[in-house]
């Protein structure tokens, strides 16, 4: 707080009235709060207070006794002046400084300008002021309260008042209300009695009419007018058509002759007023045909009405080859129309495509169907889809039309009483022309290999079917062959044919396919599970028994023994090309059979019937593999017995021995890198890994026997070491950790045909001998040429 802020409470307390007190707008502040003469915290204010301790006590005495302000011409510019030091928001401390930089003498720190009492004075003074001002509001806010308590007083009396009328009001409104609803009452009674004397009179009115009517009738001669003048055709059809309901209940023996006369005028108006609605609709005019068709209403040929219009709509309707959209155009024309005319569009609208899919669309069917259903089956097949899809689509179109309560029966009924003669033996004609169709992609094929198809029994699936009951011996012969490494004769030679087409793998495909389409599209629900394993079943027989099978017995038959020369292993180009077929065929399993037996028992069945042939197809893709790794090894050791030479290992010159590794392994080596390319070209996954492991470990115990027959001086061990060196490398090849750690302990025991006879403990129990049996180590040892010495077998025993 301010000095100045602390002078002003000093000086004595603002006396303040029981309301509030007055707060009036100040001019703009010179200089920001804090920042004037007397800054806050401490200011001249302060040091004039302290500065006229002494006198303070007297002028306030003095002045309080009376002064300036007491005059009635100084009070309003003085209330004035102390308005103006007041701003929003109020701050008290800022305010007292405002005062203290306008009293003059008040706004200097120390010096002679300054003048305490001055400020004092000018202090208590403007406490007075204040003091005036609180009193003066105060009495305002007293009078404005006082006028506000009498405007509450009179607003209440006058709301009361209000009140009072608005319930009067209510009350009359009550009053008003009961005799206006009486008064209805009054009259609904006064109508109802009226319609009872007036209704029996025009009855009457109108029976005498049709009386006078029925009497021209009855003399033979019409002359009214309703009957002469062709205008009021409208009138005369009301008239004939009641009298023609009249004399249907009067007796046939005394009113034959005007029966007959008014049934001949009834037929007469009848077909007069058909023959306007014809022109009516020629010309196009609506208005006069819903007329027309509204008199006719209640005739007996109102049908034929109808059926005059819906002949009328399809005259130039059907000009396109495209009957189908002809037609959709055609009811999305009627649609927009029938509603104008009828006053029941949506059995008119059912009536036309009625008519329109039980003549024109049936004619069309029929005469594209008709046409190659004997000749040509797959052209029947491919119509018969297109035809049914397209007529399913229109179907489709006619669904956004009001047709009445059950459209979707009306027209699924529609769709079967065209297409039902064809839909019932469908399968039966799919099924045959899928045989037919497969067998000759087949044949086409070995046709053109220059292959006659041999009769090669299988373990799991019979390709061709015997009527003998026993197998002949030559057949039990292939069979032993086939399933044991024996030769029990020459194998057939294929001359590398693997026998498997994907070009005919994927027409198989293909044709099944827009089976599995086709099936979907025109099966029943009930029946669609049953079709498409009908069709599955198809494809087994073909491309998995008749092609795939009959290349794995094929490729199997073609294996030569281990222990031919120079054979050509073809076997893994049949595993690689059957791999990728039966990718193939588990696509198109998943793809297109699966949705169409999800929710049904066959899916069981046919998911069984997959693994079957799966499992069969395993057992001999594994049998050839394990017969194709045997003639591998079979090659290997042939080339073994060719190269490789005991003086490889034993040269008679130990000092002259130039070369690296012998010609055997270099041989060895380059064929098996050969053999472990085309594996992994054959297959994939895991299958490569399992094979090459497999021929890895019987490389390595070709090898590993093939080391044991010869003798090693100290220089033919060392080429061994060299040997076994490379084959390591080739084993490197093959990625699989066994294969490589057996090589490795290979090449350790190799190294017990150089070791000093000394060092033949150490290096036995080194870390990959330490671990193997002593005979095996024991045998290796015994291969070197020094081995009798006796200080040799001293060392190793």
């Known amino acids: 707080m301010s000095a100045a802020a602390a002078a002003?409470?000093?000086?004595?307390?603002?006396?303040?009235?029981?309301?509030?007190?007055?707060?009036?707008?100040?001019?703009?502040?010179?200089?920001?709060?804090?920042?004037?003469?007397?800054?806050?915290?401490?200011?001249?204010?302060?040091?004039?207070?302290?500065?006229?301790?002494?006198?303070?006590?007297?002028?306030?005495?003095?002045?309080?006794?009376?002064?300036?302000?007491?005059?009635?011409?100084?009070?309003?510019?003085?209330?004035?002046?102390?308005?103006?030091?007041?701003?929003?928001?109020?701050?008290?401390?800022?305010?007292?400084?405002?005062?203290?930089?306008?009293?003059?003498?008040?706004?200097?720190?120390?010096?002679?300008?300054?003048?305490?009492?001055?400020?004092?004075?000018?202090?208590?003074?403007?406490?007075?002021?204040l003091q005036v001002m609180d009193e003066r509001i105060q009495r305002k806010v007293e009078k404005l309260e006082q006028q506000c308590q009498k405007e509450a007083k009179e607003f209440a009396k006058k709301v009361q008042e209000l009140q009072k009328s608005n319930q009067v009001a209510f009350q009359h409104f009550q009053e008003l209300d009961e005799h206006i609803s009486y008064v209805a009452t009054k009259v609904c009674h006064l109508g109802d009695q009226l319609e009872g004397v007036n209704t029996p009179r025009q009855r009457a009115v109108e029976a005498q009419k049709l009386m006078k009517y029925f009497n021209e009738f009855l003399d033979g001669e019409l002359k009214s007018d309703v009957f002469t003048n062709s205008e009021k055709i409208k009138e005369a059809a009301d008239i004939i058509q009641k009298l023609h309901l009249i004399a249907q209940e009067l007796p046939f023996d005394r009113f034959s002759e005007v029966k007959s006369k008014i049934a001949s005028k009834y037929h007469d108006l009848e077909c007069q007023l058909i023959q306007e609605f014809t022109s009516a609709q020629r010309r196009g005019e609506i208005s006069r045909m819903r007329e027309v068709a509204a008199v006719l209403l209640h005739f007996k040929g109102y049908s034929h009405c109808v059926d005059v219009y819906i002949k009328q709509c399809q005259e130039g309707a059907f000009l396109r080859n495209d009957v189908f959209e002809d037609a959709a155009i055609l009811c999305q024309r009627v649609n927009k129309q029938v509603g104008e005319v009828f006053s029941n569009p949506e059995t008119v609208l059912a009536k036309l495509i009625q008519n329109i899919f039980e003549v024109k669309l049936q004619s069309y069917v029929k005469d594209q169907l008709e046409e190659h259903r004997k000749s040509d089956a797959e052209q029947y097949l491919k119509n018969l889809y297109d035809l049914y899809t397209r007529t399913t689509n229109l179907s489709s179109k006619l669904m956004e039309f009001n047709l009445g309560t059950d459209k979707q029966t009306f027209l699924s009924k529609l769709i079967k009483s065209i297409f039902i003669s064809y839909l019932e033996n469908y399968i039966e004609v799919e099924i045959g022309y899928l045989k037919s169709r497969s067998a000759m992609i087949l044949q086409r094929y070995y046709d053109s290999k220059n292959h006659q198809k041999r009769s090669i029994g299988t373990g799991g699936i019979q390709i061709h079917k015997r009527t003998e009951a026993k197998l002949s011996i030559q057949d039990l012969k292939e069979r032993i062959r086939q399933r044991t490494n024996l030769p029990l004769g020459p194998s057939i030679d294929t001359h590398g044919e693997t026998f498997l087409s994907q070009e005919v793998v994927v027409n198989l495909l293909q044709e099944t396919k827009q089976a599995f389409e086709r099936c979907h599209r025109l099966s029943d629900p009930s029946d669609l599970p049953k079709n498409a394993f009908r069709i599955f079943s198809m494809l087994v027989d073909f491309l998995c028994t008749e092609h795939i099978d009959y290349a794995l017995e094929t490729g199997l038959a073609g294996i030569p023994s281990s222990d031919s020369k120079n054979a050509n292993l073809y076997f893994l180009d049949v595993v690689h090309q059957a791999n990728t077929i039966f990718h193939l065929f588990d696509k198109q399993f998943n793809d297109h059979l699966m949705p169409l037996i999800s929710s049904s028992p066959k899916l069981s069945e046919c998911l069984q019937k997959k693994k079957d042939i799966i499992e069969q197809m395993e057992v001999k893709l594994d049998m050839g593999i394990d017969r194709t790794l045997n003639c591998m090894i079979g090659q290997m050791k042939h080339i073994l017995a060719a190269e490789q030479k005991k003086t490889d290992f034993k040269p008679e010159d130990e000092n002259n021995v130039l070369i690296q590794y012998t010609n055997a392994c270099v041989k060895v080596c380059g064929y098996v890198r050969k053999q472990v390319e085309k594996i992994r070209n054959s297959m994939d996954g895991k299958n490569v890994d399992t094979v090459l492991m497999e021929l890895g470990v019987r490389f390595h115990r070709l090898i590993y026997e093939h080391l044991q027959q010869y003798s090693y001086s100290c220089m033919g061990g060392m080429l061994a070491i060299c040997d076994v060196a490379e084959y390591r490398k080739c084993a490197k090849d093959f990625k699989i950790a066994l294969v490589l750690q057996l090589f490795d302990t290979l090449h350790a025991l190799c190294n017990l045909l150089v070791v000093a006879p000394d060092n033949l403990k150490q290096v036995c129990s080194g870390e990959q001998l330490a671990n193997l049996d002593k005979n095996i180590l024991h045998s290796f040892v015994q291969l070197r040429v020094d081995y009798r010495s006796a200080r040799l077998a001293r060392h190793f025993s």
């Open 8 to 129: 002003l409470r000093a000086a004595g307390p603002l006396r303040r009235g029981g309301r509030g007190r007055a707060q009036l707008p100040a001019p703009p502040r010179p200089w920001p709060p804090g920042a004037g003469p007397f800054p806050a915290g401490g200011g001249g204010a302060a040091a004039a207070v302290a500065a006229a301790g002494a006198a303070g006590h007297n002028g306030r005495q003095r002045w309080g006794g009376g002064g300036p302000l007491n005059s009635p011409a100084a009070l309003p510019a003085a209330m004035a002046t102390t308005a103006e030091l007041f701003e929003e928001p109020f701050v008290a401390d800022e305010y007292i400084e405002r005062l203290a930089w306008r009293t003059p003498g008040g706004g200097s720190r120390g010096g002679e300008a300054f003048d305490p009492k001055r400020l004092l004075e000018e202090f208590v003074n403007h406490i007075q002021e």
